[in-house]
């Protein structure tokens, strides 16, 4: 294995390379790198060390991998070294089925994402890793087994079982059922087509979500309006009306969120395909996006609610957004169901579309629209609310995407249990969330996060367990598997690669310190260098990836009599001013020694609003909350469809 040292210190460069014994060294475009015998020094156009080889960056080891800017011309290559035919798409590569038994080399069915590498053959449903793909590739077909592939899901043969199809019923009974769910009458041509099942009492619609010809899910409609999708997340289909009306040259499709929607929109007869996403806003699985891949326009088109148009945004960056456009958010163009209700055209509504990707240079008759949007729905821009929480919503006024945000505080005063629970409150309304613990294991933290979602101990009620575990288990919430230390390019990787795989929209690290491994040992400008890299790295992707980021940073050493503010924080400035919010966790003995918490919300960028939350821990439930009123709801809901 050959060893590399890139660093711009001399005095480290000489002192490492007697460390680790290192016979060559040499200065490449200023940097001085060292490498052992078996080594070769890269020249200008070459490629970096391959990933099985080792870097030593300015002391700090790391293993390479390859970069995503890269990934594409390494994926190009390897299959270009096979004279194997490609097709460039919008977010996949095609080509010809390896897996396939009787494959026609002149038809491309198998797509190969861009980003990730994750493969899937239409025809024989191979999927898997562009790891396990690389492998076959090299040791032959015949010695590989086949990767999962799509297959009918156990719960649509149960619902088989007890339900009658929609066609099955006599009209009156289907009319009764289409009054029951306000569904207009010239909807009923294109449910049919989507093959629903109705159960027995005729209160609950299923229909299957397809992959190609397969099931591989199922949405069950409410009369209420809510539509649930088993399974919970990685559905891999979509439910898909086609048009009647061909267009030769080219195919266009509307996104909706809903079933609704899209029945909506297919009693129209328009030119366009209308497709409804598995999990609504919440996520776009990656398998989806072969099905989507030949379409030249798609017109993303949600609702005016909170969130939706930040999902609009992220969904268009994985489709790919040179042929994305969407429906503004406004007031007057609320989902298809919706305005058609309201006697709208949604005609005029698509014809209003406009694309995603905006020149270079704008004016402000092309900003007209988003600041109008901006300004009709004030309360729904300013993000997410917090149900535990409510104080924070009148000072921060809600959670919003593309931000970052640090937490401080002293040692021990609940810096990661106040921020599981902030976490949770998130999750709960639908907030995809990755959490980094380079701390504390996952384990613990998923525990104490159960803790709090259900209120009280549950090593004292073992028999509610499973209970609360399935609820548990429904919410949005990843965690990367780091621990201790780890090298800063290894956690951007992970985090850009959930983004785009689960649509993660909030990332928690915590914390900073514990991630670069900090000892007394480093020197100040060691640690403070590393750290701004750090912060410098999450800011950029925050804007880039439209996420929001929560860093927990401890302060340096203070006083304990000394309260703690913005210049606490460890580091140097860079952490304070690249923030959106910073919130420092203050504690203050009182004249009867007790010992009071409140959080100081010192920097708010989007209001400006500054104050305090007090904050009272129960040690029963691990939180920092009251059991409110508007939190059993949405426990109740996440109760109601476990149940299910």
């Known amino acids: 294995?050959?060893?590399?040292?890139?660093?711009?210190?001399?005095?480290?460069?000489?002192?490492?390379?007697?460390?680790y014994k290192i016979y060559k060294c040499k200065e490449v475009h200023g940097f001085r790198l060292i490498f052992n015998v078996t080594g070769n020094v890269f020249q200008r156009n070459q490629a970096f060390p391959s990933k099985n080889e080792h870097v030593i960056m300015c002391g700090y080891s790391t293993s390479l991998t390859p970069s995503p800017s890269n990934f594409l011309s390494h994926v190009k290559e390897v299959l270009q070294t096979k004279k194997m035919e490609i097709r460039d798409g919008y977010t996949c590569l095609t080509t010809a089925c390896i897996f396939c038994s009787n494959a026609n080399h002149l038809e491309k069915d198998l797509f190969i994402n861009k980003i990730t590498g994750h493969f899937f053959c239409k025809k024989c449903k191979s999927s898997g890793s562009w790891g396990s793909f690389e492998k076959a590739l090299g040791k032959g077909v015949q010695d590989l087994s086949k990767e999962d592939t799509v297959e009918t899901p156990a719960k649509w043969t149960s619902i088989c079982e007890k339900s009658n199809t929609l066609q099955s019923l006599s009209q009156d009974k289907v009319q009764t059922v289409m009054n029951w769910f306000r569904l207009k009458e010239d909807y009923q041509e294109s449910l049919i087509e989507l093959e629903p099942l109705v159960n027995q009492s005729g209160t609950h619609l299923y229909v299957p979500v397809k992959h190609g010809e397969s099931i591989v899910g199922v949405k069950e409609l409410t009369p209420d309006g809510r539509e649930t999708t088993v399974p919970n997340t990685g559905c891999k289909g979509i439910l898909l009306l086609k048009s009647a009306k061909k267009l030769k040259r080219r195919r266009e499709a509307v996104v909706v969120h809903s079933v609704r929607d899209m029945l909506a929109l297919a009693s129209l007869k328009l030119s366009y395909d209308v497709i409804s996403l598995p999990h609504g806003i919440s996520c776009l699985p990656q398998?989806?996006?072969?099905?989507?891949?030949?379409?030249?326009?798609?017109?993303?088109?949600?609702?005016?609610?909170?969130?939706?148009?930040e999902s609009a945004r992220q969904f268009a960056r994985k489709l790919n957004e040179q042929r994305c456009y969407f429906v503004r958010p406004t007031q007057d163009h609320p989902a298809p169901y919706k305005a058609q209700l309201e006697g709208k055209?949604?005609?005029?509504?698509?014809?209003?579309?406009?694309?995603?990707?905006?020149?270079?240079?704008?004016?402000?008759?092309?900003?007209?629209?988003?600041?109008?949007?901006?300004?009709?729905?004030?309360?729904?821009?300013?993000?997410?609310?917090?149900?535990?929480?409510?104080?924070?919503?009148?000072?921060l006024k809600g959670h919003r995407r593309g931000e970052?945000?640090?937490?401080?505080?002293?040692?021990?005063?609940g810096k990661t249990t106040l921020m599981s629970e902030y976490s949770l409150d998130l999750a709960m309304q639908g907030v995809t969330t990755l959490w980094g613990s380079f701390e504390i294991r996952n384990e613990r933290l998923a525990r104490t996060m159960l803790q709090q979602l259900c209120h009280f101990p549950l090593h004292l009620h073992l028999d509610q367990f499973n209970k609360w575990a399935d609820v548990f288990q429904l919410l949005p919430l990843y965690f990367m598997t780091f621990h201790g230390q780890q090298p800063l390019k290894t956690v951007m990787e992970a985090v850009e690669h959930a983004t785009y795989v689960h649509d993660i929209s909030h990332v928690v690290i915590d914390n900073v310190q514990f991630m670069m491994g900090l000892s007394e040992g480093d020197s100040s400008l060691d640690r403070f260098y590393r750290q701004d890299s750090i912060i410098g790295a999450f800011r950029n992707f925050a804007t880039t990836a439209n996420c929001h980021v929560t860093l927990v940073i401890h302060p340096r050493k203070e006083k304990d009599a000394e309260m703690l503010s913005m210049n606490s924080v460890f580091g140097g400035a860079k952490a304070t001013q690249e923030a959106d919010n910073v919130l420092?966790?203050?504690q203050k003995t009182m004249q009867n020694l007790k010992l009071r918490k409140f959080l100081q919300i010192a920097k708010n960028r989007y209001s400006g609003d500054l104050g305090v939350m007090p904050l009272e821990f129960d040690k029963e439930s691990l939180s920092f909350s009251k059991k409110s009123q508007k939190s059993n709801s949405s426990i109740g809901e996440l109760v109601n469809q476990t149940s299910r």
């Open 404 to 413: 970052m945000t640090i937490l401080t505080g002293p040692s021990g005063a």
């Open 584 to 586: 420092i966790i203050q």
């Open 287 to 309: 398998e989806v996006l072969p099905l989507l891949e030949d379409y030249t326009k798609i017109v993303l088109w949600f609702d005016n609610e909170e969130g939706h148009w």
């Open 1 to 19: 294995m050959s060893v590399y040292l890139i660093t711009k210190h001399l005095w480290k460069f000489k002192y490492l390379s007697r460390c």
């Open 345 to 395: 055209s949604l005609i005029s509504i698509l014809d209003s579309s406009t694309p995603i990707v905006h020149k270079s240079i704008t004016n402000f008759t092309n900003l007209r629209e988003d600041i109008l949007s901006h300004l009709q729905n004030t309360e729904k821009a300013a993000g997410v609310k917090w149900v535990r929480f409510p104080a924070l919503n009148n000072i």
